[in-house]
């Protein structure tokens, strides 16, 4: 299993990014994905997650403003983050659970700032 984030990078308050993770070593259509936040000094926590059949679920604090989908044709999963405030700032992880075990990426950085 291998899960590679990217799309990160500084941006000003209010503004949008959009993060991509590309999965690989897994039948990606029959599981379901997570995104994760991890700010400095503070633990990781679900952001959002998206379904085999496209069903999502948010955080409360992401409602709205982050959208999460798939392809499954290209096994990638992204999460488009919108209007974006400075405590969303830190290092998003993409994260599947196959067989009992979980798996991470490396993360990309997101840093919220004017």
């Known amino acids: 299993v291998q899960l590679v984030e990217s799309g990160g990078g500084l941006v000003q308050p209010g503004g949008s990014l959009k993060l991509t993770c590309a999965a690989s070593?897994?039948?990606?259509?029959?599981?379901?994905m997570n995104w994760f936040h991890q700010a400095a000094g503070k633990e990781i926590e679900p952001v959002a997650r998206?379904?085999?059949?496209?069903?999502?679920w948010y955080a409360d604090s992401v409602k709205v403003r982050f959208t999460v989908s798939r392809d499954n044709a290209k096994k990638t999963v992204n999460l488009q983050m919108n209007s974006l405030k400075p405590e969303d700032t830190g290092v998003y992880y993409c994260?599947?659970?196959?067989?009992?075990?979980?798996?991470w990426g490396k993360g990309t950085l997101v840093t919220v700032s004017s």
């Open positions: 070593g897994f039948a990606f259509s029959t599981f379901v």
């Open positions: 994260h599947v659970t196959s067989l009992g075990t979980n798996y």
């Open positions: 998206i379904g085999t059949n496209g069903d999502t």
